[in-house]
T-cell receptor, first 114, second 110 residues
Framework: EADIYQTPRYLVIGTGKKITLECSQT?????MYWYQQDPGMELHLIHY???????EKGDLSSESTVSRIRTEHFPLTLESARPSHTSQYLC?????????????FGSGTRLTVV | GEDVEQSLFLSVREGDSSVINCTYT??????LYWYKQEPGAGLQLLTY?????DMKQDQRLTVLLNKKDKHLSLRIADTQTGDSAIYFC??????????FGGGTRVLVKP
């Protein structure tokens, strides 16, 4: 079944560790996105990609980096995690414009940095 | 720039209708969306409306769009406890990026 997967669902790590949050989709979507979600609900776009080897920073400045080597895979990396990185991270993908389909979201990764 | 606003919270009794409101600023919006987020989960697309429509009904959900006032609403008929969640409206304007509102937390009381 076509879907979008995020791993891990939950992660608790110590300050200074390097981590990679995984996001994969099986729908063949060119466009993928990473959002950081506050405890207060608001979504902040931190990275997006419109295709292989294309990545852009989003509206919210983030110390994380992303890569897009394969269409289906859009990992997010924090080189040195800090408590301020504690948040929910949501990955999404979308088809081309011109259709009614919006974004398809993964289930999210809840990151806690201690 | 694009801006999407929603009220923060809505409380409703089980069986009543819920109405969640949203305003947006970009007049070039092509599609507008409603997403639902349950605790600990990602966002799930509920419904969407094309900008040349003013109403769309899908089972218990009714979307109303007032393009002149840039106002979007989602009505949930016969609200159930399973409808308790956070609801996000979003607009798609130029390009493919969606702009999301801040979310409305809906609490359904038995």
């Amino acid at each position: 079944e076509a879907d979008i997967y995020q791993t891990p669902r939950y992660l608790v790590i110590g300050t200074g560790k390097k981590i990679t949050l995984e996001c994969s989709q099986t729908m063949g979507h060119d466009k993928m996105y990473w959002y950081q979600q506050d405890p207060g609900m608001e979504l902040h776009l931190i990275h997006y990609s419109y295709g292989v080897n294309s990545t852009e920073k989003g509206d919210l400045s983030s110390e994380s980096t992303v890569s897009r080597i394969r269409t289906e895979h859009f990992p997010l990396t924090l080189e040195s995690a800090r408590p301020s990185h504690t948040s929910q991270y949501l990955c999404a993908s979308s088809q081309d414009p011109g259709t009614g389909h919006g974004y398809t979201f993964g289930s999210g990764t809840r990151l806690t940095v201690v | 720039g694009e801006d999407v606003e929603q009220s923060l919270f809505l409380s409703v009794r089980e069986g009543d209708s819920s109405v969640i409101n949203c305003t947006y600023t970009d007049s070039s919006s092509t599609y507008l969306y409603w997403y639902k987020q349950e605790p600990g989960a990602g966002l799930q697309l509920l419904t969407y409306i094309f900008s040349n429509m003013d109403m769309k009904q899908d089972q218990r959900l009714t979307v109303l769009l007032n393009k002149k006032d840039k106002h979007l609403s989602l009505r949930i008929a016969d609200t159930q406890t399973g409808d308790s969640a956070i609801y996000f409206c979003a607009e798609r304007a130029a390009g493919n990026k969606l702009t999301f509102g801040g979310g409305t937390r809906v609490l359904v009381k038995p």
